[in-house]
């Protein structure tokens, strides 16, 4: 699984130079739009799992205590979610920089990858970390009315989509 993780993200790192030079564009530029690996989509919703918690407290049935308890730990999660983005976006750039020549360094390539895959890695394992720290804070009960609201929720974030002509 790993090696075809890898083998797949090398591809990328290689096409994207060879696709952005053809189209006289900036490598980043092809970049931007495209969520950062395959599982940062799933990433972002735990985030949103556990915000959407906090604002239907109600609804799920959370008491004070227990909004008390996921609160800190929903802000934590978004702060380590915005210096994951950060740090991400940094060793993108830095193997960017290092596929800028024509005859890069394949080690140094392979070291940026390893660096990207390690910080989605760790930042991965900090969420779940966290989502199981937050439902533990709840009940069996709760957890089941959070998932029966997940989906109405998800649905109102969809942006609208355009009409066809």
Same mark, same amino acid.
């Given at each position: 699984?790993?090696?075809?993780?890898?083998?797949?993200?090398?591809?990328?790192?290689?096409?994207? *130079?060879?696709? !952005? =030079?053809?189209? @006289?564009? *900036?490598?980043?530029?092809?970049? %931007? $739009?495209?969520?950062? $690996?395959?599982?940062?989509? !799933?990433? @972002?919703?735990?985030?949103?799992?556990?915000?959407?918690?906090?604002?239907?407290?109600?609804?799920? $049935?959370?008491?004070?205590?227990?909004?008390?308890?996921?609160?800190?730990?929903?802000?934590?999660? %978004?702060? !380590?979610?915005?210096? /994951?983005?950060?740090?991400?976006?940094?060793?993108?750039? #830095?193997?960017?920089?290092?596929?800028?020549?024509? #005859? /890069?360094?394949? +080690?140094?390539?392979? &070291? &940026?990858?390893?660096?990207?895959? @390690?910080?989605?890695?760790?930042?991965? =394992?900090?969420?779940?970390?966290?989502?199981? @720290?937050?439902?533990?804070?709840?009940? +069996? +009960? =709760? /957890?089941?009315?959070?998932?029966?609201?997940? *989906?109405?929720?998800?649905? +109102?974030?969809?942006?609208?989509?355009?009409?066809?002509?």
């Amino acid at each position: 699984m790993k090696k075809l993780l890898l083998s797949s993200l090398l591809a990328l790192v290689f096409a994207v *130079p060879a696709h !952005s =030079q053809m189209m @006289d564009r *900036p490598m980043m530029q092809h970049m %931007e $739009g495209h969520e950062h $690996g395959m599982a940062m989509g !799933s990433m @972002d919703r735990m985030g949103t799992m556990m915000g959407m918690c906090i604002k239907n407290a109600d609804k799920i $049935g959370l008491s004070e205590d227990q909004i008390k308890k996921i609160t800190p730990i929903h802000r934590e999660m %978004e702060r !380590s979610h915005v210096r /994951f983005k950060a740090e991400l976006k940094i060793a993108e750039m #830095d193997l960017m920089e290092v596929m800028e020549v024509k #005859d /890069f360094d394949l +080690e140094k390539a392979k &070291a &940026a990858v390893k660096k990207i895959e @390690d910080l989605k890695t760790v930042h991965h =394992q900090e969420m779940l970390k966290s989502m199981k @720290d937050v439902r533990t804070i709840m009940t +069996e +009960e =709760q /957890f089941q009315k959070m998932k029966k609201l997940m *989906p109405m929720m998800m649905e +109102e974030k969809k942006p609208l989509k355009k009409m066809k002509k």
